[in-house]
């Protein structure tokens, strides 16, 4: 079973930066791809970004295009999400999933999830 814990989030003011954490046991995360997801009040889970089981390919949502950046430290078995140009309506909760499917931007693909971890973005 794999195990996946965020760390990371906080305040922050629009135009900073921050950067998640989040770290898997359990199972070898480099055998899943990685996606960061994140739900802010009233709104659906969306998706943010994947990272492929080799590390070889990401894609990103629109959204965050440009900005964040998803990445991994196969060493530490830690997956990351540099998160840069933040802006009110990045508030949110962040979390991060594995999954055994490929190029997949569902949330229901997802198996395994983070417990998330909360990003506020305010001036």
């Known amino acids: 079973q794999l195990q996946l814990v965020e760390s990371g989030g906080g305040s922050v003011q629009p135009g900073g930066s921050l950067r998640l954490s989040c770290a898997a046991s359990?199972?070898?995360?480099?055998?899943?791809?990685m996606g960061w997801f994140r739900q802010a009040p009233g709104k659906e889970r969306e998706f943010l970004a994947y990272?492929?089981?080799?590390?070889?390919?990401?894609y990103y949502d629109n959204s965050v295009k440009d900005r964040f950046t998803i990445y991994a430290d196969n060493s530490k078995n830690t997956v990351y999400l540099q998160m840069n140009r933040l802006k009110l309506e990045d508030t949110a909760v962040y979390y991060c999933?594995?999954?055994?499917?490929?190029?997949?931007?569902?949330?229901?693909?997802?198996?395994?999830w983070g417990q998330g971890t909360q990003v506020t973005v305010s001036s």
């Open positions: 359990g199972r070898t995360f480099s055998s899943y791809a």
């Open positions: 999933a594995a999954s055994q499917k490929l190029w997949t931007t569902v949330s229901s693909d997802y198996p395994y």
């Open positions: 990272l492929t089981s080799t590390g070889g390919r990401t």
